[in-house]
DNA sequence: GTTGAAAACGCGCCAGA
DNA sequence: TCTGGCGCGTTTTCAAC
């Protein structure tokens, strides 16, 4: 079992991360091998965590979450205890799809999606300034979205 | 073909988005009812748009790309055809994952995922400065990552 | 919508190289 | 570790209700 990825790993988890309906027989015609390599390699790469899981990717603004924002949040007070709590909170908000702590001007960058302007502002009214020691808090509102992907660059890693 | 999402089809959406390997035998078990109409109504909401596509969702730091970074731009020139070649050239570097246009501060925020802080400032150097017209690049650099999905949250749209 | 059943397909196993 | 092939299970399709 060894600790590291070589072209062929990397070279099944670039074809999985763009469609992981991929038949292990048409991955393996296209490394030129057979299946059973493949698919050993497949099921390595998920016991040993390189794919977490596989999932579908919807059509947010189709379905009618037609807005994305961005949220950069300082607080004012930074007890341990009181980090966990605020973090604990924003992570269970639906609307909330990513929560990060940042360098930078801010202290946390959340990512929403939500249906629209009004739903952005139910959010920031009813759920995120109840929380206390709430400090700045800045929108970027995204008026379009020219790539949304979690395709990571595995080229970089060879 | 009606042009709206009934109950059933947001929960089958909701368990696609949440594990895509989920058989239509088993979800037409939890939702109490057979096969054959959950079949066609996934077949329906991949031909009508709703799911896009199916991935593997990978572990970006077990993999080697450890750092995440939002990048806030503002450009100097606003000419239309500038705007939509920048674009294009920030869409074609594949360690940016995502782009978007936003009202605020910026005028883009980008997100990206990279190897470490070198890869990063190699970005910004080598791929990032070289285009004009680029006025202030300020950089929230993720120390960690609480919560980060692309599951959206249906519950608001029923 | 439901049921049931048949056909096609892909998975997973195994022996062999 | 890869090859190739066979059997099992599932999916998918297609009847009829």
Do not use: W
Not at 36 to 61: Q, T, W
Not at 106 to 118: A, C, R, S, W
């Amino acid at each position: 079992m060894s600790n590291t990825l070589d072209k062929i790993d990397t070279q099944i988890l670039d074809i999985l991360q763009t469609d992981s309906n991929r038949t292990t027989k048409s991955i393996a015609t296209e490394l030129g091998m057979t299946t059973s390599p493949i698919f050993e390699r497949i099921k390595k790469l998920e016991k040993e965590g390189y794919i977490k899981k596989y999932v579908a990717v919807l059509d947010n603004k189709k379905i009618g979450l037609k807005l994305t924002v961005f949220i950069g949040i300082t607080l004012q007070g930074h007890t341990r205890s009181y980090l966990e709590k605020f973090v604990k909170e924003i992570n269970n908000f639906p609307e909330v799809v990513e929560c990060h702590r940042v360098s930078g001007n801010f202290d946390y960058l959340l990512k929403l999606v939500v249906e629209d302007i009004e739903a952005y502002e139910t959010f920031i009214i009813t759920k995120l300034t109840l929380l206390p020691y709430l400090g700045n808090v800045q929108s970027l509102i995204a008026l379009s979205t020219s790539k949304e992907t979690n395709k990571i660059d595995l080229s970089a890693v060879l």
